[in-house]
Nanobody
């Protein structure tokens, strides 16, 4: 059974930083592309970023390009999303997900950006 547990969310002021983590189990993490998806209140899911299995290829939504950096540690079965220069519009629940198409999701971690 795929299990994804996100952590690292919280309340931060505009311009601040957070680092999200996702602990993965129940599948071969080192062989799987991974993604981050977010969902703001009242809105549909928004793809944020994806990374291939060996940490070579990364992709970002235009809205986060240059501010967020996806990475992974296959030895620890963990996916990361350091986020810098946070904006109000980054406020959402952030989910890690398996694959390029975000097939299985975790329970999410809340990020709130507010002054």
């Amino acid at each position: 059974e795929v299990q994804l547990v996100e952590s690292g969310g919280g309340l931060v002021q505009p311009g601040g930083s957070l680092r999200l983590s996702c602990a993965a189990s129940g599948f071969t993490f080192g062989s799987s592309a991974m993604s981050w998806v977010r969902q703001a209140p009242g809105k549909g899911p928004e793809w944020v970023s994806s990374i291939n299995s060996d940490d070579v290829s990364t992709h970002y939504a235009d809205s986060v390009m240059g501010r967020f950096t996806i990475s992974r540690d296959n030895a620890k079965n963990t996916l990361y999303l350091p986020m810098n220069g946070l904006k109000n519009e980054d406020s959402a629940v952030y989910y890690c997900a398996t694959g390029w198409g975000a097939e299985s999701w975790g329970q999410g971690t809340q990020v709130a950006v507010s002054s």
